[in-house]
Nanobody
């Protein structure tokens, strides 16, 4: 079992940057594909970025490509989301989640993730 805790959210002006962290418990963290997801008020949860077990493969939603970067440090059981050039449409609660499934299109969706963090609020002001 994996427990996830997000941190790094906050209030930032449009054009600014934030770095989110997802700290995981458990000795087998490197066995999990990890994703970042977000949910804005009144909208369904959506995939932001996903990273493979060793970090060699990544996936990004079109809306964040070129602005966000997902990375992981398995030695520290942590996954990061560097967010640059933020705009007001990025305002949401951001969640990290983990799945033991292998890499493939299915892990680009929200439905196959077994473990979720509590979320961290990101607010971008204009």
């Amino acid at each position: 079992q994996v427990q996830l805790v997000e941190s790094g959210g906050g209030l930032v002006q449009a054009g600014g940057s934030l770095r989110l962290s997802c700290a995981a418990s458990g000795r087998t963290f490197s066995s999990y594909v990890v994703g970042w997801f977000r949910q804005a008020a009144g909208k369904p949860r959506e995939t932001v970025a996903v990273i493979s077990r060793r970090g060699s493969s990544t996936y990004y939603a079109d809306s964040v490509k070129g602005r966000f970067t997902i990375s992981r440090d398995n030695a520290k059981n942590t996954v990061f989301l560097q967010m640059n050039s933020l705009n007001t449409e990025d305002t949401a609660v951001y969640y990290c989640a983990a799945t033991p499934r292998g890499w493939g299109a299915v892990v680009f969706t929200t439905t196959v993730y077994d473990y979720w963090g509590q979320g961290t609020q990101v607010t971008v002001s204009s």
